[in-house]
């Protein structure tokens, strides 16, 4: 019974097209980030999801500097700020507290959700051991990765989100060494999903995709418990880019197959739109040059390096069992006999 209320629950909260969406906006003019700043609209759908009735918790980053600078505020909602680490924490002290209230009889019994946002750092790095924590217990809350890749707001530093070979202040190219960064990006939703059995939802999602977006942040708060969202965000001054190239180059990322686009419900693995048809076969990915030769932050590359990008994204494709999202090349399992 439950189970059929929830999805119920969930089918009604699906948008069918982008004129349906609510017209309220709970995240508004004030806020102070860059020109071009895809971040600026995961929190407008964010709000524009979620509605009202909704904690906002933001962690140290670009969208909590540039959202309450000099105490004003772009947000019509209650928001509370934490530290850089610490949203995880924050997250589920606050979805408590809203349940122990609410059983004691302090406050009336209602949805409320409770949303978390966090960047790089505060999310993938330095945070990752306290958002790992929120997703073990059983509460109502949604974490928010919001993931411009790198350290935005302190000069754009090197992060485990930064793509292989990035220049950012901490990884110049140079004489001796033309590639400084050298590891592959983090993937954040596999961890998740991999390492706690109980979360019933996870996606990626980009603001280049605003129905895809704002339906994914509604149906994770509607499957309620832990959620969890990682969103991929073109930023003009990490990626040295001009400005009004922000949604080409959030297109661009997903029909490349460098960020491909799927859900996590339930056990299964749900592909969206255009990666659906990229893993069908329907569309053929377009190349990597495309996308990595508009960014200033990969000028530096050679030929040879963007070979290289475009051998290990075929290879997310053609040889991992699910493709795009976990590097597991064969389900046979190998007994050693050592």
């Avoid at 939802?201 to 499957?223: E, G, Q, V, W």
């Avoid at 001009?242 to 799927?262: C, K, Q």
């Avoid at 056990?267 to 990229?278: D, F, H, L, R, W």
Wanted: aromatic share 10%; with cysteine.
């Amino acid at each position: 019974m439950v189970e059929k209320e929830i999805e119920e629950k969930v089918y009604k909260s699906i948008i069918k097209t982008i004129k349906d969406t609510p017209l309220e906006e709970f995240y508004t003019s004030g806020h102070r980030t860059c020109q071009g700043c895809e971040s600026a609209l995961v929190m407008r759908f964010l709000a524009k999801a979620a509605g009202q009735r909704t904690i906002v918790i933001g962690a140290t980053g670009c969208m909590y500097v540039a959202n309450t600078t000099y105490y004003s505020t772009s947000w019509i909602v209650p928001w509370v700020h934490t530290q850089l680490g610490g949203s995880g924490a924050a997250a589920l002290g606050t979805a408590a507290a809203l349940r122990a209230l609410m059983r004691k009889g302090k406050i009336k019994q209602e949805p409320i959700n409770v949303i978390a946002f966090c960047g790089d750092l505060g999310c993938a790095d330095m945070g990752l051991s306290g958002v790992s924590n929120a997703m073990t217990y059983d509460y109502n809350l949604l974490i928010v990765l919001y993931d411009n890749e790198s350290s935005a707001n302190t000069d754009i530093q090197e992060t485990s989100m930064t793509p292989y070979g990035a220049q950012t202040s901490f990884s110049r190219p140079g004489k001796q060494r033309r590639i400084m960064k050298k590891r592959w990006k983090k993937s954040v939703v596999p961890m998740i999903i991999a390492g706690h059995r109980n979360i019933r939802y996870a996606a990626t999602m980009t603001p280049a995709y605003p129905l895809d977006s704002i339906n994914k942040i509604r149906k994770a708060l509607a499957i309620g418990g832990p959620t969890f969202i990682h969103s991929l965000d073109p930023c003009p001054k990490g990626w040295d880019y001009d400005p009004r190239f922000s949604h080409e180059l959030g297109v661009l990322a997903a029909e490349t197959g460098l960020w491909p686009l799927y859900e996590y419900i339930d056990g299964e693995i749900v592909y969206n739109e255009p990666t659906k048809s990229i893993v069908e076969g329907r569309m053929k990915r377009k190349p990597v040059k495309e996308y990595l030769e508009k960014q200033g932050r990969f000028s530096h590359f050679t030929e040879e390096d963007i070979e290289h990008v475009q051998r290990m994204v075929d290879e997310m494709y053609d040889e991992w069992e699910i493709p795009g999202v976990m590097p597991i090349k064969s389900l046979n399992v190998k007994i050693s006999d050592k």
